[in-house]
């Protein structure tokens, strides 16, 4: 006999749980409780609360081509990821660390509270290669759509100095953007801030 079913008499007393709703469907049962709650006299299905969204994810997109690796350009971005990471501890908002390089995007950091020293990881990234500056930019796309279910806001802080042959004009990233420009060559060439204008972002020269 289920508990759904209680003897009386020559009869049986049915207790029904209520049908879920359509918008139960994106909802998880508890249940543990929703049972509990039926040997109790309950009808009513009872679901998990849902988890509460982070305030903020801050991603670090690293350009770690070739020509970064002129006058000290990657170590200057380097050091300003380290503040960044800095300042994300003190807020208690969480980090994420990816590069593009030598035809290669790599996550270096998972979106994780951001750590106390970040300089061990940060040491370990260098630079060589070509600039898959779109299909990055592309894959980052993707990835804060997905990250938008966990984090209420996201931002992006792309370090680059803008040498890329590859057109990015129609590309929507779906966050806030700043983009700091490594560019450290005795003649500038201002892709950076070229750049910058294609993805409607911040600008910063590093």
């Keep these: 006999m289920s508990s759904a079913q209680k003897y009386s008499g020559n009869s049986f007393n049915r207790r029904f749980v209520r049908p879920a709703k359509m918008t139960d469907s994106v909802k998880k049962i508890h249940w543990f409780t929703s049972l509990a709650s039926l040997d109790n006299g309950g009808r009513k299905l009872h679901f998990l609360k849902p ?35 800095e300042e994300a501890y003190v807020k208690r908002q969480s980090l994420c660390l990816m590069t593009f390089g030598n035809e290669r995007i790599e996550v270096m950091l ?66 806030d953007v700043m983009l700091v420009d490594t560019e450290n060559s005795v003649v500038k060439l201002g892709l950076g801030k070229a750049l910058a204008n294609s993805l409607n972002a911040q600008y910063v020269l590093l």
């Design 51 to 85: 988890l509460k969204k982070q305030t903020e994810l801050i991603i670090a997109l690293l350009d770690t081509s070739a020509s970064t690796l002129g006058r000290n350009s990657l170590e200057n971005a380097k050091a300003e990821i380290k503040k960044l990471s």
């Design 110 to 175: 998972h979106p994780q509270r951001a750590p106390k020293n970040i300089m061990v990881l940060l040491e370990s990234i260098n630079a060589g290669g070509g600039t898959p500056l779109r299909r990055a930019l592309i894959q980052i796309s993707e990835f804060i759509r997905k990250q938008s279910y966990q984090y209420e806001k996201c931002k992006l802080y792309l370090f680059t100095d803008g040498r890329t042959r590859e057109s990015i004009s129609n590309l929507t990233i779906g966050c």
